[in-house]
């Protein structure tokens, strides 16, 4: 599976739109970006995924650039709600699901 | 609808004990994942289960098992536990064998004394 590579922590202001990034340079053609966020003890969240077009639906949208290199996670109107762990993860769109580090997430008031 | 549940909430244990986690998955969910997460680290995946079989092991020792009964519920066992093996255990549940999207329940948490 290819690796992941996200900042540790970012901050947003409540009512802002959250834009967190992910660098996965060694995706292969079949490789599917997903993304999963883990509120303070609670199990992940599946949030997004996508192969090479732009997705979008009631959570967040995501981005993904043309060579599919890097993307991005949107979320529009961050609330304190959304403070968590952020992951995103390579897979070819079956089989377990790897995680590294995250994006620890802090919307601020 | 109930949502992946997972039993019990938290657990203490002491070295060389071992000890048994349940897993009810979502309703039509076949397939059943374990994994493991140590505190400030990403989860790890130990098991997948599908109708049944194992389908997908994780690096971890043989004194983890599990396994997954008819109704698709599933059990993990760990044997002769280690203080390391303190960690929040998570299940998920996916309607497929491929797991496109997994579900996961809030864990358990393990404290080995």
């Known amino acids: 599976d290819a690796k992941t590579t996200q900042p540790p922590s970012m901050d947003c202001a409540e009512g802002r739109a959250a834009n967190l990034p992910c660098n996965h340079s060694t995706i292969s053609g079949n490789e599917y970006v997903y993304w999963y966020r883990q509120i303070h003890s609670q199990g992940p969240q599946y949030i997004i995924h996508?192969?090479?077009n732009n997705e979008t639906n009631e959570m967040a949208s995501l981005i993904i650039t043309e060579d599919r290199k890097s993307s991005t996670l949107i979320l529009p109107h961050a609330t304190l709600r959304d403070t968590a762990v952020y992951y995103c993860?390579?897979?070819?769109?079956?089989?377990?699901?790897?995680f590294g580090q995250g994006t620890t997430l802090q919307v601020k008031p | 609808d109930a949502g992946v549940t997972q039993s019990p909430t938290h657990l203490i244990k002491t070295r060389g004990q071992h000890v048994t986690l349940r897993c009810s998955p979502i309703?039509?969910?076949?397939?059943v994942s374990w994994y493991q997460q140590v505190l400030g680290q990403g989860p790890q995946f130990i098991f997948q289960y599908y109708e049944k079989e194992e389908r997908g092991r994780g690096n971890f020792p043989d004194r983890f098992s599990a396994r997954q009964f008819p109704n698709y519920s599933s059990e993990l066992n760990v044997n002769a536990l280690l203080l390391g093996d303190s960690a929040l255990y998570l299940c998920?549940?996916?309607?497929?064998?491929?797991?496109?999207?997994?579900?996961f329940g809030a864990g358990t948490r393990l404290s080995v004394l």
């Open positions: 998920a549940s996916s309607p497929d064998r491929g797991q496109n999207i997994q579900y």
């Open positions: 993860i390579v897979r070819p769109g079956t089989g377990k699901l790897i």
């Open positions: 309703s039509g969910h076949k397939s």
């Open positions: 996508g192969l090479k």
